[in-house]
Every structure is written in C-alpha cells, then in structure tokens.
C-alpha cells in the first residue's frame, strides 16, 4: 500500500516534469530552425500539456484498464471545465473571445457527441456489448485534423489565444542539450504514465472499488495539472483569453486526440454507467456557454467561477457514492 501510494505520487511528479521537458527540448529545435512562436505554441505547447492524459490512457489501453483510459478523458476534461476555468476566473475575471463562444466550446460540444454516439453500440444497434473500436479511434482523430486546420485557418485572418505565446521567450540550447531534455521527458513520461497506471489498478484492488472510479477523481485532476497551471498562471498576468482557450483546446485534444489514440492502440470496452458521466460533462459545456452570457457579456467572473468550484465539488461527491 505505501509503495504503491509512493510510486502513485512519484508518478505525477515525473508525468509533469517529463512534459515540461518535452516542451522545453521541442520548442528550442523547433525556434532553432526557424518555425514561429505561434506554431509552436500551436503544436508542441498544446500536445504536452496534453501528453498525461495521452500517456495514461494509452498505457490504460495496453494493459486493458478501460476504466482508466475512459474515466481519465472524461474526468480531466469535467475537471477542466468545472476546476479550472473556475479557479481561473476567480484569480481574474475571464475575457472569452468571440470565436471561443462561437466556433471552439460548440465544436468541444460535438466531440462529446461523437464520441457518446461512437460507444453506444448496445443502446443505438442493439449489441450485446459497447466497444470504441479502432475505426472510431480513426474518426476522431479525423475529426482532430478537421480542428488542427481550422485553428491554422483563423490564425491568418485574426489575433487567438495563441498570439500571447509570442510574448513569452522560448529558450535555445544547443542541439544535442536539446535532444537530451526531449529524451529524459520522454523517459519521465514513461515512466510516470507506467506507475500512476500500475498504482491506480492496484487501488482498485485493495479497495475494491472501481478503476473507472480513479479514472475520473484523483488520475484526472492529477493529469490536468499542468493545464490547471498554466490557465491559472495566465489569468494572474491579465491573459484571461490563453487560460480560457487553453482548457477549451485542452478537452478538444484529449476527447478526439487521446481517446482516439488509445482506442487505435487497443479497442476499449465501454460501461453504460459513464454516459451519466457523457451526459454531465456536455452539460458543464453548455453551462458554461450560458454562463458567459450571464451578466457582463463574454466575461465569465469570480461569481461564476465559484459557482463552476462548487458544481466541481457536487460532481465528486455524487460519483463517490455512486462508487
């Protein structure tokens, strides 16, 4: 149980550190060869926050923890929602852009969609059991693509939450400097996925208690903390439209992006009990959008803030009791 708690814990230390690294490694060769602040942010910065979510579930899927795999997707983007905007817009009242409100919360909307559709199997065709198959993994990170170019798209015709990057200034090391802190995040990567994973599935055992249960407490806020970081970061330097944007990218990337990944590398199994779970975090989605629109137009602020903090703190008591 202590070693278990140890490498638990250990295991978030190297998952955040390792991203950071990753990040750090990628972006000095990328601004080495001459690639644009902006692009970087876009593509590197993105994928390493996100790559705990990414490493956990796949990991998760290797090892036939579906539990885990799902309940951390869907756990991580409530948190992000709920948690983290809300803790953000209580540092700083939040400026939500336009194409956020129009384009970016509704397109995260349809990707809960999808994927509830996607895994439905028993309810929708009637099968004896519910799968997201490799094909539905191949449609989502279709639906990714379709995202990524989008995002590229509006980034020529006017400022995103991206632009800020700019302001922030990317170290450059040398070379083989650079290689080393991609392989030793890389290595801590592993490493952190393979023990949170590993210590999560022993959990489950001694307490008897369900890995799906993990999955969508401690594994998911646990992953979101680097997204909790920056968006809270952000939001005291006065950058409400990075800390807002980025927990909107960050669900779009782990519902289409990691879980598609996962369900390539394995098929996952999926329980009918996590479509309240579906049903809830589309709900946060479309509160959200209401509650921007609650007071001050486009401004989400510390009233709501709290309010999204205590829906957080309901959410985890009622799936503790539901075990």
Request: glycine share 10%.
């Amino acid at each position: 149980m202590l070693i278990d708690t140890i490498f638990f814990l250990l295991g978030f230390i190297f998952l955040i550190k390792g991203a950071d690294l990753l990040v750090d490694g990628s972006s000095s060769i990328a601004k080495k060869y001459g690639i644009s602040n902006f692009v970087i942010g876009l593509t590197i910065v993105a994928f390493g926050t996100s790559m705990p979510e990414l490493l956990v579930s796949t990991l998760a899927s290797f090892k036939g923890s579906a539990g885990v795999a799902l309940g951390n997707i869907i756990g991580s983007n409530i948190s992000n929602t709920l948690l983290i905007l809300g803790i953000s817009a209580v540092i700083r009242p939040l400026l939500v852009k336009k194409n956020t409100v129009n384009k970016e919360i509704p397109f995260s909307l349809l990707a809960v969609l999808a994927v509830g559709f996607l895994v439905n199997d028993k309810i929708i065709d009637g099968f004896q059991s519910s799968i997201l198959t490799r094909i539905d993994g191949f449609v989502l990170i279709l639906f990714f693509v379709i995202f990524i170019y989008y995002t590229f798209g509006i980034s020529k015709d006017e400022s995103t939450i991206l632009e800020s990057i700019s302001e922030e200034k990317i170290e450059t090391y040398k070379f083989y400097h650079s290689a080393a802190l991609i392989m030793a995040g890389l290595v801590g990567l592993y490493f952190g996925g393979e023990w949170i994973v590993g210590s999560a599935i022993n959990f489950a055992k001694i307490f008897n208690i369900s890995e799906t249960l993990i999955g969508l407490t401690i594994i998911a806020v646990g992953t979101s903390l680097p997204e909790l970081a920056a968006s809270a970061v952000a939001a005291y330097r006065g950058k409400t439209d990075i800390a807002v944007g980025n927990v909107v990218g960050s669900n779009i990337f782990n519902i289409l992006w990691v879980l598609g990944i996962s369900s390539v590398i394995a098929p996952i199994p999926f329980s009918t009990i996590l479509n309240v779970d579906f049903f809830i975090l589309f709900a946060v989605t479309i509160l959200l959008l209401f509650l921007i629109f609650v007071g001050k137009r486009n401004i989400l602020g510390r009233v709501e803030g709290s309010f999204l903090i205590f829906l957080y703190i309901i959410y985890l008591i009622f799936i503790i009791f539901r075990g």
